[in-house]
């Protein structure tokens, strides 16, 4: 299902009922939303960040 188009209360209500399950919402500006394994991952938020290997 696309949670997308949900509405964060309703979604909410069907991750309660067990109807969605593993869902991950970021709201807001420079949100990240994990829903699996993020193990070994460089997660960026802002601006004018640098990363170096």
């Known amino acids: 299902m696309d ?3 949900l509405p964060p209360k309703v979604e909410t209500q ?3 009922q067990g109807v969605l399950q593993d869902v991950a919402t970021a709201n807001g500006d420079r949100s ?13 938020t802002g601006n004018r960040n640098k990363v170096e290997r």
């Open 3 to 5: 949670t997308q188009a």
């Open 14 to 16: 069907l991750v309660a």
């Open 32 to 44: 990240v939303a994990i829903g699996g394994d993020a193990g070994g991952s460089t997660i960026i």
